[in-house]
């Protein structure tokens, strides 16, 4: 069973910083690429950032420059460091992680939970 697991979202105000972090667990052979998504209220899920094997990174234009995303292949972690953070970013962050898990040929897209990021204005 693979899982995907994330941390650190929380209540900051404008301007502030957050780190989130995603683990993934299970019986994994690969990862591919990962990445977040975030859905504000009312709002349909959007990619936020994604990071590929190669560590070449993909953002969204409103964050670029203010998130970082990176990654710990031994770890099987991805984390999405946002800074500046402004009350538009207030949203539910998704984790989610290309895995081709043990006794499948094939990899599939695995999701976490969610964790709530609000920001205060």
């Known amino acids: 069973q693979v899982q995907l697991v994330e941390s650190g979202g929380g209540l900051v105000q404008r301007g502030g910083s957050l780190r989130l972090s995603c683990t993934a667990s299970g019986r994994i052979v690969t990862i591919n690429a990962m990445g977040w998504y975030r859905q504000g209220p009312g709002k349909q899920r959007d990619l936020v950032a994604t990071?590929?094997?190669?560590?070449?990174?993909n953002y969204e234009d409103s964050v670029n420059s203010r998130f970082t995303i990176s990654r710990d292949c031994a770890k099987k972690m991805v984390y999405l460091q946002m800074s500046n953070l402004k009350p538009e970013d207030t949203a539910v962050y998704y984790c989610?992680?290309?895995?081709?898990?043990?006794?499948?040929?094939?990899?599939?897209?695995?999701w976490g939970q969610g964790t709530q990021v609000t920001v205060s204005s």
């Open positions: 989610y992680a290309d895995i081709r898990p043990a006794g499948l040929g094939v990899s599939h897209v695995y």
């Open positions: 990071i590929t094997t190669g560590d070449s990174t």
